[in-house]
């Protein structure tokens, strides 16, 4: 089983906001970097640090952190943000990017 | 932009070593900074850190993989690879390399990836 735990399914209606958690013990000290995976393509970046977008990622997307969770915000979501979704963080081993939780399919109504 | 790109065989035989190269451009391997990384997924399933490797040539493995991963970097090449032995039918995956950062001691990300390549592990 993974060490940061993810539910596997989560749906929004459009344009309102959702929350995609990722839980995990290490996740007190360390913090969380998240992916958008869409059908066919490669993972891409969407927070990292905590609460950083790379270059080109909507604001919509925010991340934040409280306890042994890590979360991923999108305000306002669109149709184009139906996806799966990963965390990352440090794995029981030390490898600080070890560690991937088992993913969230999020479904945009 | 950096960009890397995955090549290597999309078949192998079960038992056999799987060989893959993930070639860098836009961005010296030799500059220090980052980790190269492999990453796989199996059909239709998560994401997996394989490992990855510094341009010093230090690598780290996950524990469950280690004792059949190699992964190594040529500088002078841009390039780094990945050897998997004593494959079995499990290692059908999609192959990512990607590369990796480290912010502080504290956390990183993977910024730039690979398409993937798909390894299908069968006679």
């Known amino acids: 089983s993974s060490e940061l735990t993810q539910d596997p399914a989560v749906s929004v209606a459009l344009g309102q906001t959702v929350r995609i958690t990722c839980q995990g013990d290490?996740?007190?000290?360390?913090?969380a970097s998240w992916y958008q995976q869409k059908p066919g393509q490669a993972p891409l970046l969407v927070i990292y640090?905590?609460?950083n977008r790379p270059s080109g990622i909507p604001d919509r997307f925010s991340g934040s952190s409280s306890g042994n969770t890590a979360s991923l915000t999108i305000t306002g979501a669109q149709a184009e943000d139906e996806a799966d979704y990963y965390c990352n963080s440090r794995d029981s081993s030390g490898n600080l990017l070890g560690a991937f939780g088992g993913g969230t399919k999020l479904t945009v109504l | 932009q950096v960009q890397l790109q995955e090549s290597g065989p999309g078949l192998v035989k079960p038992s056999q070593t799987l060989s893959l190269t993930c070639t860098v451009s836009?961005?010296?391997?030799?500059?220090?900074?980052?980790?190269w990384s492999w990453i796989r997924q199996h059909p239709g399933k998560g994401l997996e850190w394989i490992g990855y490797?510094?341009?010093?040539?230090?690598?780290y493995y996950n524990p469950s993989l280690k004792s059949r991963v190699t992964i190594s970097v040529d500088t002078s090449k841009n390039e780094f690879s990945l050897k998997v032995s004593s494959l079995t039918a499990a290692d059908t995956a999609v192959y990512y390399c990607a590369r990796g950062e480290f912010y502080g001691d504290y956390t990183g990300a993977f910024d730039y990836w690979g398409q993937g390549i798909l390894v299908t592990v069968s006679s």
């Open positions: 836009g961005g010296s391997i030799g500059s220090g900074g980052y980790y």
């Open positions: 640090a905590k609460n």
């Open positions: 290490r996740l007190r000290s360390y913090y």
């Open positions: 490797i510094y341009y010093t040539g230090s690598a």
